[in-house]
């Protein structure tokens, strides 16, 4: 798998059906998609990220040509945190992202730290100056690859889940060198 490289589609369409699969399996709706999907819920959810409404770019991850996963970003400036507590440099100069790997047989290969890398030289530096994530506290794998990552704890912030549920997420930040 070393030797593969990473790949990032642009979202479109004929992604949706590998995404219905994705978010109905309970490792991605433990943190990422949190219930049962309809295939007209992930277009309803996704149509907008394409047609550029939601200002959230999506992409579906493979490992060389196999579609393993998916990532989004978009600029924090148009999706702030409430308490967040940035300075408004980093604010108008940062990309948020979330991230999770669809196949069960590539969790634990350590894929995520060659993703997220990846994606930041791609995606991110080349257009923003600091990059922040935030995973839900209790999601200790998404929590490990941000520290192995580079990403230093900014604060915890309690919010809400996408289903209005009380969740606290850990902001992390990293700066482009």
Not at 90 to 103: L, M, P, R, S, Y
Request: one cysteine or more; aromatic letters at 12%; proline letters at 5%.
């Amino acid at each position: 798998m070393k030797d593969r490289e990473i790949n990032f589609e642009t979202l479109n369409e004929s992604h949706f059906s590998l995404i219905h699969q994705w978010f109905n399996k309970p490792h991605v709706q433990g943190f990422y998609s949190l219930r049962n999907w309809k295939k007209e819920d992930v277009s309803k959810k996704l149509m907008p990220y394409i047609k550029g409404e939601k200002g959230i770019s999506g992409f579906i991850v493979s490992l060389g040509k196999m579609p393993i996963g998916y990532i989004q970003s978009c600029p924090i400036k148009d999706h702030p945190w409430d308490n967040q507590d940035l300075p408004d440099d980093v604010v108008q100069e940062a990309a948020g992202f979330d991230i999770f790997i669809g196949e069960e047989e590539y969790l634990g290969k350590n894929l995520g730290s060659r993703i997220v890398e990846t994606f930041l030289e791609k995606h991110i530096w080349p257009h923003y100056r600091y990059c922040l994530a935030d995973p839900d506290i209790r999601n200790e794998a998404s929590m490990r690859l941000f520290v192995k990552c580079g990403f230093k704890e900014h604060k915890q912030i309690a919010s809400k889940d996408a289903l209005q549920r009380p969740v606290t997420l850990q902001l992390f930040i990293k700066e482009r060198i």
